[in-house]
């Protein structure tokens, strides 16, 4: 068991540790003050639909725009050391995009539907250009460079549809923000789930994720090795873009309307902490997306529970925030340098009293 542990704090597994033990501790935290907190029924919604119902679907369900996101951030982090704080208002800006195109016709069906989605990836991965360009080829911290962005991205958006939120009512995007008649799982999940393969197929079938942690690790070797570090930087923005613009469409065909102001509100520092709570390193190199994934989880149920437990909602950003600071600091590498002098002083100290009772 302790061999176990061991190998999951500095082995293979090491850099999910923190997440997966968030995880733990935010289930035995909730089981041991409400057994009944994860369990799962099965109810009929508004539509008629037999869909699944409980805090468990809660957590995955709300989690979706963020683990989107956060995959896409893990990219971005990984290759430039630092962080695009923009998503939000160019979610806005897709979500804006998508509804505009809808809105051109009377009718919608699936084609128009289609046709809107990618005209949302297109503009999504614009702005992604212009942020890539901006930290890849004039060397601007991310931070910095997607600041313009973030300043002014929702009052693009807002004048895409002339300063109106225009509402969509259509069974196609009623199923992409809720449930497909038949199919039990809130569709946003399998959206989640169908993003988080199509990055492994990616990564399986291209080099993209060796050349990401090249160029994050050290930009002049990977460039020496022939790995073109712009080019990879620029890509990562550009594959955030789409990220984007599938949160995007998410999030409005959850409240079947657009709002500039209010679309995926603040996501910016909660895909951040997803990123570091999922144990990557937030100045680049070594990533791992799964874990931004249980990252964004974990903010998740920690959001439900604190609801659960009748924090108001002025409240619940603080707690978070406290519950936060303390997974990132002991995930920090100075934590963990520590922690692991201590497991190795620990492990001679008992090597020495095994030797000391075999020489006796």
Known sequence: MKKSFNKILSGGLGQLAIPIIAICLLVIFNLIRDPGFFGIGIMHNNDGNVVLAGNLISIINGASELAVLAMGMTLVTAACGGQDISVGAAAAIAGSVFVKVLKSSSSINGGK????????????????????????????????????????????????????????????????????PGIPVPTPVLIVVAVGILFRLFFHFTSLELFTQS?????????????????????????????????????????????????????????????????????????????????????????????????????????????????????SPVVKARFGKLMGRLRAGRTQTSVKGAGE
């Open 113 to 180: 539907v289609l046709l809107a989605f990618v005209c949302a990836c297109v503009v999504a991965m614009i702005f992604g250009t212009f942020n890539g360009t901006l930290v890849a080829v004039f060397k601007i911290q991310p931070m910095i460079a997607t600041l313009i962005l973030f300043t002014c991205g929702r009052s693009i958006a807002y004048w895409i549809n002339g300063g109106a939120t225009p509402t969509i009512s259509n069974p196609i995007i009623t199923a992409i923000g809720g449930f497909i």
């Open 215 to 331: 160029v994050g690790i050290n930009g002049s070797a990977a460039r020496l090795n022939g790995i073109n570090s712009t080019f990879i930087k620029l890509l990562s923005f550009i594959i955030l873009g789409v990220c984007v613009a599938i949160a995007g469409t998410i999030g409005v065909s959850r409240l079947g309307l657009i709002n500039h102001e209010t679309l995926l509100l603040d996501i910016e520092m909660d895909t951040i902490l997803a990123v570091a709570i999922g144990g990557n390193n937030l100045g680049g190199g070594r990533f791992k997306i799964s874990g931004s994934i249980i990252g964004a989880y974990v903010i998740q149920m920690l959001t439900i529970t604190l609801y659960a437990m009748k924090v108001s909602s002025t409240d619940v950003k603080a707690y978070k925030a406290i519950v936060i600071v303390l997974l990132v600091v002991i995930g």
